[in-house]
């Protein structure tokens, strides 16, 4: 699987990083990403609809306070059942029915609750890989999720297009290097209205 320290590396990279043209000028400058990003949260064991009990965690767009954010927050795996870590592109609220998410879907990759380490791992290469804007077809990312439930835990890409084939799949590829996808696991992909035919792909590990 990737690891942390390759995903940092991969962000830290001149490739890595999309910078502004300004963003290197001076030593104590910050590295400026190309978006502006949204950490939310909602958490669990309350009586209030899911919606009402999100909220914002906190947004950056420097690469130092993205590090500043995360090592704020508890790891996913500490997480109780029931509470959910969204990062998307500010502006954006990470629920399908927002306008940038209606006609899209998205790619889950599922991790089982032995796998802790795991999930904690591929949570912030996710996360590093969206921020890096790592993907050809980053501008049709809307943000990401990760769901701790009892049975399972679901990272997710949402993407804000599903009839784009392409840049579908582009993304789901990508998405399969940075979980380093093994060969018992598959990637699914599924729009979010349920209209029929329902749009679905599934992405297997390559032999």
Same mark, same amino acid.
């Given at each position: 699987?990737?690891?942390?320290?390759?995903?940092?590396?991969?962000?830290?990279?001149?490739?890595?990083?999309?910078?502004?043209?300004?963003?290197?000028?001076?030593?104590?400058?910050?590295?400026?990403?190309?978006?502006?990003?949204?950490?939310?949260?909602?958490?669990?064991?309350?009586?209030?609809?899911?919606?009402?009990?999100?909220?914002?965690?906190?947004?950056?767009?420097?690469?130092?306070?993205?590090?500043?954010?995360?090592?704020?927050?508890?790891?996913?795996?500490?997480?109780?059942?029931?509470?959910?870590?969204?990062?998307?592109?500010?502006?954006?609220?990470?629920?399908?029915?927002?306008?940038?998410?209606?006609?899209?879907?998205?790619?889950?990759?599922?991790?089982?609750?032995?796998?802790?380490?795991?999930?904690?791992?591929?949570?912030?290469?996710?996360?590093?890989?969206?921020?890096?804007?790592?993907?050809?077809?980053?501008?049709?990312? *809307?943000?990401?999720?990760?769901?701790?439930? @009892? #049975? &399972?835990? +679901?990272?997710?890409?949402?993407? =804000?297009?599903?009839?784009?084939?392409?840049?579908?799949?582009?993304?789901?590829?990508?998405? *399969?290097?940075?979980?380093?996808?093994?060969? @018992? #696991? &598959?990637? +699914?992909?599924?729009?979010?209205? =349920?209209?029929?035919?329902?749009?679905?792909?599934?992405?297997?590990?390559?032999?």
């Amino acid at each position: 699987m990737a690891n942390s320290k390759q995903a940092n590396e991969f962000l830290e990279s001149k490739e890595g990083i999309p910078l502004n043209d300004d963003s290197l000028q001076g030593a104590a400058k910050k590295r400026k990403l190309q978006n502006t990003w949204t950490l939310w949260g909602v958490t669990s064991g309350s009586e209030i609809s899911w919606e009402d009990n999100l909220s914002e965690i906190g947004s950056f767009n420097t690469v130092e306070d993205f590090w500043n954010l995360y090592y704020s927050t508890e790891s996913p795996s500490k997480l109780q059942a029931g509470c959910d870590y969204m990062l998307f592109k500010k502006g954006i609220r990470p629920m399908w029915e927002d306008l940038p998410n209606k006609h899209g879907g998205r790619w889950t990759y599922i991790v089982y609750k032995k796998d802790t380490t795991e999930l904690d791992i591929i949570w912030l290469d996710v996360l590093l890989c969206l921020i890096g804007e790592a993907c050809d077809n980053s501008d049709q990312i *809307c943000g990401a999720f990760v769901r701790i439930r @009892k #049975k &399972v835990n +679901k990272v997710s890409v949402w993407t =804000n297009s599903y009839d784009d084939n392409e840049a579908v799949m582009e993304i789901g590829q990508k998405l *399969c290097e940075v979980v380093s996808l093994s060969s @018992k #696991k &598959v990637l +699914k992909f599924r729009q979010h209205q =349920n209209h029929k035919p329902y749009v679905t792909f599934e992405l297997l590990a390559k032999p």
